[in-house]
């Protein structure tokens, strides 16, 4: 296999994913954000769905622009939904996509929270709650969760 094709892989998506995400915790935004814009205009068919949902919803956490933001979250739920609606088999993705769903609603109530729509943050704040139950019982869970508390304390009373 030729190191083009290495990366291209699927498992070879899946490192470079986790590389751009490494690159964005350890601070260098603008990094992570050039290389998951090249890994977002390397995956364009329906096959790469759950990749383009997982770039999507880590692309978002790099913008310095709220706007900008809740575009990429939209992205990354509008990949989810499409992988949903497919309705092929996943395999091991399937899991994954149902456990992202808390998390992608969680992000579009802090962007809209961030741009002064509290209602919208609102709605999305609830979509994130009645998908709580598709959370594992694990630290992945429990911050999200605890995330959850958080932004809904944030919101105060509708």
Same mark, same amino acid.
């Given at each position: 296999m030729t190191e083009q094709q290495q990366e291209t892989s699927p498992d070879g998506l899946v490192v470079r994913i986790g590389q751009a995400i490494m690159l964005h915790r350890a601070g260098d935004r603008? *990094? &992570?954000r050039h290389r998951l814009a090249l890994l977002w205009s390397e995956t364009t068919g329906e096959g790469d769905l759950f990749h383009r949902c997982t770039i999507a919803h880590y692309m978002a956490d790099t913008q310095d622009d709220p706007g900008a933001e809740l575009e990429w979250d939209l992205r990354a739920l509008a990949a989810a939904d499409a992988l949903t609606e497919e309705k092929v088999e996943w395999g091991e993705h399937s899991l994954a996509v149902r456990s992202l769903y808390p998390s992608l609603y969680l992000n579009l &109530? &802090? !962007?809209h929270a961030k741009l002064g729509e509290s209602g919208a943050a609102r709605r999305e704040l609830r979509r994130a709650k009645g998908a709580l139950?598709?959370? &594992? !019982? !694990? *630290?992945?869970?429990a911050g999200i969760r605890a995330a959850v508390g958080r932004l809904e304390s944030r919101l105060g009373p509708a």
């Open positions: 603008e *990094e &992570a &109530a &802090a !962007d139950a598709s959370l &594992a !019982d !694990d *630290e992945y869970g």
